[in-house]
């Protein structure tokens, strides 16, 4: 993966995101990793995956769109 939204992150270079979905029963758990990031990397790389996976989860469950403010922020 490699983060555009500004020119600070996005000389951080790739980091790798893995995504892993393991059934149980009618539904699943996914587990997501993201790594190979350097020591020290600019902090906008961390915190967003909460926004992401709930946006994920919602559309998943609904087929509608997140509209919490910070789902907004970037649509």
């Known amino acids: 993966m490699v983060a555009l939204w500004s020119d600070?992150?996005?000389s951080?270079?790739?980091s790798r995101v893995t995504w892993e979905i393991e059934p149980v029963g009618d539904s699943c758990h996914l587990?997501?990793?993201h790594d190979e990031?350097?020591?020290g990397a600019n902090s906008e790389l961390y915190g967003g995956w909460p926004?992401?996976?709930s946006g994920l989860k919602t559309w998943l469950e609904t087929g509608e769109l997140l509209t919490t403010p910070g789902s907004l922020k970037y649509g």
């Open 8 to 10: 600070e992150v996005r």
């Open 12 to 14: 951080e270079g790739a």
């Open 31 to 33: 587990t997501v990793t």
């Open 37 to 39: 990031l350097r020591e």
């Open 51 to 53: 926004m992401i996976l």
